[in-house]
């Protein structure tokens, strides 16, 4: 098991923050691509809202569920720029070939998790939800108002247990694949850990990707070029900053070389 830095200080996502935009500068705004990826997705969800707005809440929380999946690429050119290595968009596309059935294995269970949540949220709007929400504007309206208390409560309570749930898995867990030759379940635990060590700090960066990426999603979804790779590039740091390297093998001394006689 990877050890973990404890008791880091409570900004430390101001300072992932700072390097990863040092690091999205440093790649030639490289990420960009993914951004666009993202982009994409965000206007799919809008499309989905005008023609079926009770699975769209379900589908954007997916959007952040699977983020760290779509991510992947961001984290290699951050990867590639930490060890030297020449800066390629298209090497970074492939980077999940390193460790493809550990990646593989972890999309899945997000994907399970999607499923699950976008087909609670569904059930949670027909139980509780008094209104129908023909645009976005409307929607976020009609929720905060008292006269949707009961169903605020429900939505975020029911939801709040699927992120927290995603977000211990997940905080770590892909930059730590892509970086290392370890197993779904040990990235998983190590995640888990990391954010039971550090639960202050990473509970602000949860809360500040969510500002970021959920602003651009309600608001202005082409801001998604810059700051889905910028949270990308952070999120590299953020693994770095809470799990310690990877201990070196070992030097074999020139008399444990000898063949024995």
């Known amino acids: 098991m ?10 430390s996502a101001l300072t992932w923050l700072r390097d990863g935009f040092r690091d999205m500068q440093a790649t030639h705004f490289s990420g960009a691509f993914y951004g666009l990826v993202f982009t994409a997705i ?3 969800i809008a499309f989905v809202y005008a023609t079926f707005w009770k699975a769209s809440m379900g589908m954007t929380a997916g959007f952040f569920l699977m983020g760290p999946i779509i ?10 720029l930490q060890k030297g290595e020449t800066i390629s968009l ?30 609670v949220s569904v059930v949670l709007f027909a139980l509780f939800a008094n209104h129908d929400y023909p645009d976005m504007q409307s929607m976020i309206t009609q929720i905060v108002s008292l006269r949707n208390i009961e169903f605020i409560l429900v939505w975020l309570g029911v939801g709040s247990v699927f992120a927290t749930l995603a977000f211990a898995i997940s905080i770590v867990s892909v930059p730590m694949l892509l970086d290392r030759p370890i197993d779904t379940m040990e990235a998983i635990f190590t995640s888990a850990q990391a954010l039971w060590e550090n639960f202050a700090a990473c509970f602000i960066w949860a809360l ?8 651009a999603l309600i608001f202005f979804k082409p801001l998604l070029i810059v700051w889905a790779p910028w949270v990308g590039h952070a999120t590299w740091k953020a ?5 310690m ?11 444990s070389a000898q063949p024995a006689h």
């Open 2 to 11: 990877a050890q973990i830095r404890k008791d880091l200080p409570l900004l």
């Open 71 to 80: 991510c992947t690429g961001i984290y290699e050119l951050s990867r590639q």
């Open 245 to 255: 390297p990877a201990l070196e093998e070992p030097a074999v001394s020139l008399e």
């Open 239 to 243: 693994y770095h900053a809470l799990v």
């Open 42 to 44: 965000g206007t799919l």
């Open 90 to 119: 298209a090497k970074s596309m492939g980077a999940w070939r390193r460790n493809w059935k550990s990646l593989g294995f972890f999309a899945v269970i997000l994907t399970f998790l999607l499923i699950v949540w976008a087909r």
């Open 208 to 215: 500040m990707v969510v500002v970021l990426i959920g602003s």
